[in-house]
């Protein structure tokens, strides 16, 4: 799901399988399971650039699963539809430094996926 923030500008935030493991920026062992994640990306028509380790790109993890699930993946990419105001909204004030309920929002969406 994309936002334009400005010009060529966008807030981009989807839901994604990761299949965990060895994070060597953290250096700490991962879950696999649902994530949701949140970045800022610049489009040009043809591709899509964002800087990796910006403080305004993030994920959030949302349920442990042992195996890829599309049923899973649908039921969260729903729930992420159905709350993308609020989820953009709480999203752009974490960007521009305003209090805000992200995570209140992504923990009611851990809640739902249980």
């Known amino acids: 799901m994309y936002r334009l923030i400005e010009d060529n500008k966008f807030m981009k935030i989807e839901g994604k399988y990761s299949l965990g493991g060895m994070n060597y920026f953290s250096?700490?062992?991962?879950?696999?399971?649902?994530?949701?994640?949140?970045s800022v990306v610049e489009q040009d028509g043809h591709s899509e650039m964002y800087t990796p380790m910006d403080d305004t790109n993030f994920r959030f993890f949302v349920k442990g699963m042992k195996r890829a699930s599309q049923k899973q993946s649908k039921i969260l990419d729903n729930w992420l539809l159905d709350n993308d105001d609020e989820l953009f909204g709480e999203y752009n004030n974490y960007i521009n430094g305003k209090p805000n309920e992200l995570r209140r929002v992504l923990n009611e969406c851990i809640e739902f996926m249980l």
């Open 27 to 38: 250096g700490k062992t991962e879950e696999r399971g649902l994530r949701v994640h949140f």
